[in-house]
């Protein structure tokens, strides 16, 4: 195995130059400057994990703002990339041209670049995902049991930025605790063990903050609010007002403006209408039961309905629909910590270009999860030795992409940029690796 370090860190550097240069120090929307600000006055509530605010943290001790987590992020998740693409790659042409193609996919797909520019904490899954697959891959190969201690490190840290990202790495959970490898029994049993304090510590970032350890209020109205953007689409299609009565005296809405009201794009963009559409008044105090209860009997007696509207999100999430939505932010917004950008003219030329191919159908998310599906099936039929972490992987993007199905508050497409990079790497993976005989990377 050639792990290429130098070579690997060569190209992180420069796709990190590529990619961070022209909208430096990172575009920054609403949740990012919210998770920036908690880095700055302390973390207040779990509405997001807070780990997005340490992570700010550490980046403004360190560089003085938003620069050196951007910069880092983009740089681990390249880096990584590359040296699973060297472990398999035999052949230093193999290698080149499977980095290369890693960084034209950002190129090729606007939604890949267009989120990997915005300091959002899906990048930091990302990030923390693909380099915990690294370092398990080279624990297997190396018998080191100090790499399954910094993988598990890694996993714990991605399921604290986004708790549904346990969805995307579970497959590789369950393969490093089920299936043999070429681990001592030792080795194993430290990796477990380092494993379950990582997913524990990852999960308890969540309920207590840091430093003083202090329970976090519990953000119990943030999934009413999605259930009542699924009540108005439920309305919508079923052409008559489901909203709890004490919400409805106080909207006094008609199923035909519930119909305008409705956009299966974002829960804002119904709740919140900027447009001069009717909006909803804010839910009251303890109301979150009432849509919760209406919510239950809505989806009970309308499932067909509902299913209509969680599919609508999906179409739009995944690129299927007329137009992609959301698939980078528009700049930098407002802040009161002076962060600006420092190439504004460079970044507007690269946000427009961004929109602009983003709806151009060759490039459509849904093009990268077709491409992983047939790679797993060629992989699996020529006996391509990278099949197993190509399936898990694969799984963990499908797993991920479900998990925003039901629960989900938009159909932005930066939610599965995580999905999309695996996506890409797997292919690259399969393209790269050799089709015969086994290796210890697979545990074979």
């Not at 989120?115 to 899954?125: E, G």
């Not at 708790?163 to 089920?178: Q, T």
């Not at 976090?216 to 999934?223: Q, T």
């Not at 508050?409 to 790269?432: K, M, T």
Request: net charge positive.
């Amino acid at each position: 195995m050639h792990l290429r370090l130098r070579s690997s860190a060569l190209f992180a550097l420069a796709a990190t130059l590529f990619i961070c240069i022209p909208v430096w120090p990172g575009l920054m929307s609403f949740d990012s400057l919210y998770a920036y600000k908690q880095s700055v006055y302390g973390v207040e509530t779990a509405l997001w994990p807070p780990m997005h605010d340490y992570l700010f943290y550490i980046s403004r001790k360190m560089t003085g703002g938003p620069g050196g987590l951007f910069a880092a992020q983009v740089f681990a998740l390249f880096g990584a990339s590359a040296l699973i693409i060297a472990m398999y790659a035999r052949t230093s042409l193999r290698y080149w041209l499977g980095i290369s193609a890693f960084l034209l996919a950002f190129v090729w797909f606007p939604t890949l670049i267009g989120t990997a520019i915005v300091n959002w904490k899906d990048v930091s899954l990302t990030c923390f995902s693909v380099v915990a697959f690294a370092l398990w891959l080279v624990a297997n190969e190396r018998r080191s049991t100090l790499f399954l201690v910094l993988a598990a490190v890694a996993l714990g840290l991605a399921v604290s930025v986004r708790l549904n990202g346990l969805a995307l790495v579970l497959p590789l959970i369950v393969v490093w605790l089920v299936f043999p490898t070429n681990q001592s029994s030792r080795s194993r049993a430290i990796g477990a063990g380092a494993l379950g304090l990582s997913l524990l510590a990852g999960y308890a970032s969540t309920v207590w903050r840091l430093p003083d350890l202090k329970r976090l209020p519990r953000a119990s109205d943030a999934f009413a609010l999605v259930q009542l953007w699924d009540l108005v689409g439920l309305s919508a299609c079923a052409n008559e007002v489901l909203l709890p009565a004490s919400l409805q005296a106080r909207a006094n809405v008609s199923a035909a403006e519930l119909r305008m009201m409705y956009d299966p794009r974002h829960i804002n963009l119904t709740l919140n209408p900027t447009d001069g559409r009717k909006a909803l008044p804010n839910l009251e105090p303890g109301e979150a039961s009432a849509v919760a209860t209406e919510w239950k009997a809505a989806v009970r007696h309308h499932p067909l309905c509902y299913m209509k509207h969680r599919v609508r999100v999906f179409l739009f999430q995944m690129g299927l629909t007329r137009t992609v939505f959301y698939p980078t932010h528009d700049g930098l917004d407002a802040n009161e910590f002076g962060i600006r950008l420092s190439h504004p003219a460079a970044a507007e030329r690269e946000i427009d270009i961004i929109k602009e191919t983003a709806n151009w159908w060759p490039m459509r998310p849904f093009w990268l999860y077709l491409l992983a599906g047939i790679a797993c099936i060629v992989a699996r039929r020529s006996g391509n030795r990278s099949t197993r972490v190509l399936f898990m992987m694969a799984i963990g993007a499908v797993l991920y992409v479900g998990s925003f199905f039901f629960p989900g508050p938009a159909a932005d497409a930066r939610y599965i940029f995580p999905s999309n990079v695996f996506c890409a790497l797997l292919c690259l993976i399969a393209l790269v690796a050799s089709d015969r005989g086994g290796h210890a990377l697979d545990g074979r």
